[in-house]
């Protein structure tokens, strides 16, 4: 069955250390990846995607991803974290080749301590 | 340019009623997707819309219905509301419908309450 797991629920990090946040999937062909951000009483914000090419992605606000395949996995890191990046993350994954038609993870709570 | 508009922004329904939420794409989007967002259930994918005609459907029961007009507004409706549709409902749009070329400009939702 396709599927997509998100490793914690919640992650704390101190600001200015690395972020990452783990994003596995299930498929039996390479799909294509989404990292979607969400801030409060806000909708999803587009933070990357991996559709071809290049398997190490570079997104908004710093962030990057990288595909791999023999990992089936396509987890999130930032540098060094900023206050301003406290959010909910969520991993998304097209397995129908439509990029409006998503299966998301459960979410990732992104806490960033001063 | 303004964003997804989703409203009402709140709805308070009893068990067994209908009810009908809004979603203004962005002006020029023609693809408009509906997601259902539960602490439970996660994000769950509902339907799509692109140019009045329904292209991709979820995996909810038929109670969950929606349209799109002329001018690419969309609406859904869900019929003979049950306590588990409470959830915050999401619209997003998207330019062309082109299936990997574009991203997805998401609303701020509809949060439903069935009591």
């Known amino acids: 069955a396709q599927s997509v797991t998100q490793l914690g629920s919640h992650v704390s990090v101190s600001e200015g250390a690395l972020v990452l946040l783990r994003c596995n999937y299930s498929s039996s062909v390479p799909p294509y990846l989404f990292w979607y951000v969400q801030y409060p009483n806000q909708g999803l914000q587009l933070l990357l995607k991996?559709?071809?090419?290049?398997?190490l992605v570079k997104g908004i606000n710093g962030f990057e991803a990288e595909f791999k395949k023999s990992e089936t996995s396509f987890h999130l890191t930032k540098p060094s974290a900023h206050m301003s990046d406290a959010a909910e993350y969520f991993c998304?994954?097209?397995?129908?080749?439509?990029?409006?038609?998503?299966?998301f993870g459960s979410g990732t709570q992104l806490t960033v301590l001063p | 340019k303004a964003g997804v508009t989703q409203t009402p922004r709140y709805l308070i329904k009893t068990r067994g009623q209908q009810v009908t939420l809004s979603c203004s794409p962005i002006?020029?989007?023609?693809?408009v997707s509906w997601y259902q967002q539960t602490p439970g259930q996660g994000l769950q994918f509902l339907f799509e819309?692109?140019?009045?005609?329904?292209?991709n459907k979820g995996n909810f029961p038929g109670r969950f219905s929606g349209r799109q007009f002329s001018n690419s507004r969309s609406e859904m409706n869900v019929s003979t509301l049950e306590l588990g549709d409470s959830a915050l409902y999401l619209c997003?749009?998207?330019?062309?419908?082109?299936?990997?070329?574009?991203?997805?400009?998401f609303g701020s939702g509809t949060q439903l309450s069935v009591l």
């Open positions: 991996y559709t071809t090419g290049a398997t």
């Open positions: 002006s020029g989007h023609r693809s």
């Open positions: 998304a994954v097209s397995f129908s080749g439509s990029a409006r038609q998503l299966t």
């Open positions: 997003a749009s998207s330019l062309t419908g082109s299936p990997m070329s574009e991203k997805l400009f």
């Open positions: 819309y692109f140019s009045e005609t329904q292209r």
